[in-house]
C-alpha cells in the first residue's frame, strides 16, 4: 500500500474533474496555473493510487421504466457481512452500504419497473439465509440527484495558483 497522501493541488484537479470529467490535462493546467506535464502526472498517479476513477454513469431517463429502489434489510448480527456479501452479487443491486441504523444493510438498485424491485427484493433477498426482514421503499420523484455523489473529499473552495 503506497504512502501517497493528496494535497491541495490534488483536491482542486479531483474538483474540477468531478465536474467535468472530460475536461483536458491543458484546460486544468490553464485553470490551475500549472503546466500540463504537472497535471497529467498528477491525474495518473490519482488514478494509480486509486483515489479517482473515470467511469460512465447512466442517465436514468433513458429507461422506459426506470424505478430507483431502496431495499433496507434487517438480518441476523451475525451474518450482516454475509448477507451484504450475498446481496452485493445480484446484478441488479449497484450499491451495498453496512449500516448504524434502522436497517443493517441499505441495497440500492435501479430496475425496469416496479416488478423487477418486487422480484429482486421479495423473491431474492428475502430468500436469503440470516435475513430477517426486508422494507423496500420506491422513488416516486427525483428532485435532485448528483451523480459526483461518489466523491471521496469536499470541494476545495477557492482556486488559487500555486506554485510548481
Known amino acids: 500500500m503506497s504512502d501517497y497522501k493528496i494535497d491541495e ?27 500540463e506535464g504537472t497535471i497529467r502526472s498528477r491525474v495518473k498517479r490519482l488514478e494509480d493510487e486509486n483515489y479517482i476513477r473515470f467511469t460512465a454513469v447512466t442517465n436514468m431517463s433513458h429507461l422506459d421504466t426506470p424505478q430507483l429502489a431502496y431495499i433496507g434489510i434487517h438480518a ?9 456479501e450475498k446481496v452485493a452479487e445480484f446484478p441488479e443491486i449497484n450499491a451495498v452500504i453496512i449500516l448504524l441504523g434502522r436497517f443493517d444493510i441499505l441495497a440500492i438498485g435501479l430496475f425496469e419497473g416496479l416488478s423487477a424491485v418486487h422480484q429482486v427484493a421479495s423473491n431474492k433477498v428475502l430468500d436469503l439465509k440470516g435475513v430477517r426482514l426486508v422494507e423496500t421503499s420506491v422513488v416516486v420523484d427525483v428532485i435532485k440527484y448528483d451523480n459526483r455523489i461518489a466523491k471521496i473529499i469536499a470541494p ?8 510548481e
Open 76 to 84: 441476523e448480527q451475525n451474518m450482516i457481512k454475509q448477507v451484504a
Open 156 to 163: 476545495v473552495a477557492n482556486y488559487s495558483a500555486a506554485a
Open 9 to 35: 493541488l490534488d483536491q482542486k484537479i479531483i474538483q474540477l474533474l468531478s465536474e467535468d470529467a472530460r475536461l483536458s490535462n491543458r484546460k486544468i493546467a490553464a485553470q490551475l496555473g500549472f503546466t
